[in-house]
C-alpha cells in the first residue's frame, strides 16, 4: 500500500494517450484552426441569449457548464494538490484572467460592434507578435496580416465610453490569456489541458458572485439550460482546449500572428450561417490574411517567459 502511494499516478488530464497521440499527428495549425471556428460561433449564440439572461447571466453560465465538463475529466483539485507553489501561482492568474476577460468580452459586445471589438483585441496580439517575430520575413508576414485584417474589421469608431472600456480591457486581458495560456501549456501542470481544467475551475469561483442571479432564469427553462451548455461548450471548451494543443507546440509570436485569421472566420460563419456575401473588398482581406499567415516562418521553439 505504502509503495502504491508513492507511485506516480496517471496524469488527470483530459488528453489521454489517445488525444495525446492525435495532439501530435496534427499539425498544430490545424487545432487553431478548429479554434477559430468556434471563437466566433461561440458569441453569435450568446448575443441571442443576452434578453433572457442577462450578459453577465450568460458568461456566468458560459463559464459555469465549461467548469462542469472539465471538473470530471481534469480533476482540478488533484491538479492543484499537485503543482508547486509558481505553477499554482500561474492558475491562478490564469483563471482570474479567464473570468475576468469572458465578463468584459460580452460586456463589450452589449454595447459595441462585434468588429471595433475585435479590431481592440486584435491590437493586444500585434505587440505580442511583434516581441519574437524578429526575421525581415515574419516582420513583412505581419504586415501583410494586419494590413488584411485591417480590410475586413471595418472598424467604426464608438462614442459609448463604457464599452470602449470593456473592450480595452477585454483586449489587455486576451494578451494575458496568450501568455499565460503559453506557460500553462508548457509548465508543470500535469499538462496544458489539466492546467486549462484547473484555471476554469478558479474562474468559475471569481464570476460566481457576479452572473448567478441573472443565470437563475435559465434554471427553469430547460431549451434556454441546454443552449447556454452548448454556448460554453462552443466558446470555452472546444476553443481553449485547441488553443492549448496549439501553444504546446507553437512559439507564442506565431500564434499571436494566427490570430489574424480570427476575422477571417467570422466572415465565413458570416457566409454560411447568416448569408453575409463578402465584398471585394472583404475578399482581399482574407487573401492578405491567409498569404501573411502562409509566408510567416515559425522560429525554434524556446522557452518564452
Same mark, same amino acid.
Given at each position: ?51 433572457? +439572461? ?29 503543482? !508547486? ?23 463589450? &459586445? ?16 500585434? *505587440?505580442?507578435?511583434? +516581441? /519574437?517575430?524578429?526575421?525581415?520575413? !515574419?516582420?513583412?508576414?505581419?504586415? +501583410? ?7 475586413? $474589421? ?8 463604457? /464599452? ?5 480591457? !477585454? ?8 501568455? &499565460? *495560456? ?5 509548465? *508543470? ?7 486549462? *481544467? ?17 443565470? =437563475? ?6 431549451? =434556454? ?15 481553449? $482546449? ?21 476575422? +477571417? ?19 482581399? /482581406? ?20
Amino acid at each position: 500500500m505504502k509503495d502504491r502511494a508513492q507511485a506516480p499516478a496517471a496524469s488527470p488530464a483530459l488528453a489521454g494517450p489517445a488525444l495525446a497521440n492525435l495532439a501530435s499527428a496534427l499539425p498544430p495549425h490545424l487545432w487553431f484552426g478548429v479554434s477559430a471556428v468556434f471563437h466566433y460561433l461561440g458569441p453569435a449564440f450568446a448575443v441571442l441569449l443576452f434578453p433572457h +439572461v442577462g450578459v453577465l447571466g450568460m458568461a456566468w453560465l458560459r463559464i459555469a457548464s465549461a467548469a462542469l465538463v472539465f471538473a470530471p475529466l481534469t480533476r482540478p483539485w488533484t491538479v492543484f494538490a499537485r503543482a !508547486n507553489r509558481s505553477t499554482r501561482l500561474l492558475l491562478l492568474a490564469f483563471g482570474a484572467c479567464l473570468g475576468i476577460m469572458n465578463c468584459s468580452f460580452y460586456l463589450a &459586445l452589449d454595447r459595441l460592434p462585434i468588429s471595433l471589438v475585435a479590431a481592440i483585441e486584435f491590437v493586444g496580439t500585434i *505587440g505580442v507578435a511583434l +516581441v /519574437g517575430l524578429r526575421s525581415p520575413r !515574419n516582420l513583412a508576414a505581419l504586415a +501583410v496580416a494586419v494590413t488584411g485584417t485591417l480590410l475586413l $474589421i471595418d472598424v467604426k469608431w464608438s462614442s459609448d465610453p463604457v /464599452g470602449l472600456f470593456w473592450a480595452f480591457l !477585454n483586449g489587455a486581458l486576451f494578451v494575458f490569456y496568450i501568455v &499565460l *495560456g503559453h506557460r500553462v501549456a508548457r509548465a *508543470g501542470a500535469g499538462d496544458g489541458i489539466a492546467g486549462l *481544467g484547473a484555471a476554469m475551475a478558479v474562474a468559475f469561483l471569481i464570476v460566481l458572485p457576479v452572473g448567478f442571479a441573472d443565470a =437563475l432564469p435559465a434554471f427553469s427553462a430547460p431549451t =434556454l439550460l441546454i443552449a447556454a451548455i452548448g454556448v460554453g461548450i462552443c466558446s470555452s471548451v472546444i476553443p481553449y $482546449i485547441c488553443d492549448q494543443l496549439a501553444m504546446s507546440r507553437l512559439p507564442r509570436s506565431s500564434f499571436a500572428l494566427m490570430l489574424s485569421l480570427l476575422p +477571417v472566420t467570422a466572415t465565413l460563419i458570416g457566409i454560411v450561417v447568416l448569408r453575409q456575401i463578402p465584398s471585394l473588398t472583404d475578399c482581399l /482581406g482574407i487573401a492578405l490574411v491567409v498569404a501573411g499567415v502562409a509566408f510567416h516562418k515559425p522560429a525554434p521553439q524556446t522557452n518564452e517567459a
